[in-house]
């Protein structure tokens, strides 16, 4: 990964401390989710790069997201930075070390602790869902940058089990498929969190003008999933304007289709952050 990551640009450290400070007793009583809940969402999320962690704006938005929903029991992630196959696992004993999958960032963005509880029981369940056994462990891997990220402005008590998925495939029907396979677990209260990135485009940091087809295929994506659309958003290479040049390569968008297979109804999408940063869209969503 580069430093240029399509988000803001870093304010002075400290911002994420001040976030702790301030949260941390509002994170650690926050109220969890009961069977009486029903359901949790699926989301998706555009995590950021380390340094989205110096940006009030982005963690703020990302803990009231968080705090809008009951805590979850434990957290199934999906990031644009796992591709294996079949799919796999990440580390679930407590305090798995984190993947630091990053370079040309200060150092001490490779110091970050995020150290979770045991996920033993939710790795145990996953590999029941997914309907292989074994799914295979790979024990020393731990969360990578788009799900720690993210999570620690979520979820900065870091008091919730978490487990990362592999992607198997960056073939649109194959993650809505394992979507699907996950959907049964938001019933038990765990969070299924998609994490890549709306538009994904360095091309428009060097030619603004760029920003019109980044801003359309956003557009197009809000467009499709308010109807519902599965099939359009599935050919997305071909049907989306700007799809070239917000999407370069695949792995940041199609996370997006595991919360899109996760979900009871595909047209149920909600916005929780929508903001053009750098030429890029870093729109959240949540489905039902």
């Known amino acids: 990964m580069t430093p240029m990551h399509g988000l803001a640009s870093p304010v002075p450290a400290g911002a994420y401390d001040e976030l702790l400070a301030r949260v941390l007793p509002q994170a650690r009583e926050q109220r969890m989710w009961d069977p009486s809940d029903g359901p949790l969402p699926g989301l998706f999320v555009s995590h950021g790069a380390p340094f989205t962690l110096d940006d009030p704006q982005w963690l703020g938005d990302l803990f009231d997201w968080a705090q809008s929903l009951p805590k979850p029991r434990a957290i199934v992630v999906v990031s644009a930075h796992w591709e294996h196959a079949p799919a796999a696992i990440s580390g679930a004993a407590a305090g798995t070390p984190l993947y630091y999958d990053f370079s040309g960032f200060h150092p001490r963005y490779k110091t970050l602790p995020?150290?979770?509880p045991d996920a033993t029981d939710l790795a145990r369940r996953l590999a029941g869902v997914l309907g292989r056994t074994p799914v295979h462990e790979?024990?020393?891997?731990g969360l990578d940058h788009g799900a720690f990220i993210p999570l620690m402005a979520m979820y900065p008590a870091a008091d919730i089990p978490v487990v990362q998925l592999s992607m198997p495939s960056l073939e649109p029907d194959a993650l809505l498929e394992l979507g699907a396979r996950l959907r049964s677990l938001r019933e038990e209260g765990v969070l299924v969190l998609g994490s890549g990135f709306m538009t994904h485009s360095?091309?428009?940091f060097r030619q603004p003008e760029?920003?019109?087809?980044?801003?359309?295929?956003?557009?197009?994506?809000?467009?499709v999933m308010s109807r519902g659309d599965i099939d359009a958003l599935a050919d997305y290479r071909a049907k989306a304007p700007g799809a070239a040049i917000a999407h370069p390569t695949a792995e940041h968008f199609v996370p997006l289709l595991v919360t899109v297979g996760t979900a009871d109804d595909p047209a149920s999408a909600v916005s929780a952050i929508d903001r053009m940063v750098m030429g890029n869209s870093t729109r959240s969503v949540q489905l039902t």
Do not use: E, H, I, K
Not at 138 to 141: D, K, L, S, Y
Not at 210 to 223: E, Q, R
């Open 114 to 116: 995020y150290a979770t």
């Open 138 to 141: 790979f024990a020393r891997r």
């Open 202 to 204: 360095f091309a428009v």
């Open 210 to 223: 760029l920003a019109a087809a980044t801003a359309s295929f956003d557009a197009w994506t809000v467009d």
